[in-house]
């Protein structure tokens, strides 16, 4: 299983991205995704959680009413459209996944996507 992460970028702050994560080697339809971050030098810290008919998602406080997680099955592929960024949102940002189907939210995380960058100038 691959997950590729695209659309990190430099923006200035209260700009907007819109990552993505195609996830190849298995349908994801059945499981949950999230999308989770890493600042230099910091620890890694979880961002969006999103199930598989996308009918519940999770947010980490930061991002809350700025960032908004999406999937499309048919391309096997989930989002995260990234709002009103901030300097403290620059970091590599990934997509992961649970190796096991679940209905709701994923409580670990099994495959993980090799990151993209987001820069956040201010």
């Known amino acids: 299983v691959q997950l590729q992460a695209s659309g990190g970028g430099l923006v200035q702050a209260g700009g907007s991205l819109r990552l993505s994560c195609a996830v190849s080697?298995?349908?994801?339809?059945?499981?949950?995704m999230g999308w989770f971050r890493q600042a230099l030098g910091k620890e890694r810290e979880f961002v969006a959680a999103?199930?598989?008919?996308?009918?519940?998602?999770n947010y980490a406080d930061s991002v809350k009413g700025r960032f908004f997680i999406s999937r499309d099955n048919t391309k096997n592929t989930v989002f995260l459209q990234v709002n009103g960024l901030k300097p403290e949102d620059t970091a590599v940002y990934y997509c992961a996944a649970p190796r096991t189907p679940t209905y709701g939210l994923p409580t670990n995380y099994d495959y993980w996507g090799q990151g993209t960058q987001v820069t956040v100038s201010s």
């Open positions: 080697g298995r349908t994801i339809t059945m499981h949950p």
């Open positions: 999103i199930t598989w008919n996308a009918g519940r998602t």
